[in-house]
């Protein structure tokens, strides 16, 4: 579950935690989308290599390798600087990854098979969903 509540405080803005001093709601949104303005840089730069080289394989797994050396970082130091830098690397990698991802179907498959295999990864990751808080 606590997995789960990471994943979402990075992806969506919550006025929680930022609405000590804020005067208008537009004031509380804005800082809590600040958080997250930084990875929309290495995002799009990701996004646009994909597209350039057609490598989507290639740079799926290197993002998934990237998220785990920042996992690793983040685990093997002991300053409270590399950690947050390897976590941060992690998040920007993860959400790189889950954009390449939902690509690579459509890659090799057409009308209703791409459908089925759209399907089909979203099952899954809604399996785990259910299964995750089991164990």
Sequence with gaps: MNRRIVMYSHSMPTDEGVATDAATK??????AMSKNAWRLLP??????IVDRSGKAIFNLACACVFGAAGLALSTMTGSFIWEIVGI???????SSA???FWTIPTRFLTGIAAA?????????GTLSGFAGPIS
């Design 88 to 94: 941060s690397a992690a998040v920007v990698a993860v």
């Design 26 to 31: 537009l004031e509380i949104r804005r800082r």
């Design 43 to 48: 995002l799009l730069t990701q996004a646009r």
């Design 98 to 100: 889950r954009a390449i």
């Design 116 to 124: 089925g295999g759209l399907a089909f990864s979203n099952s899954i």
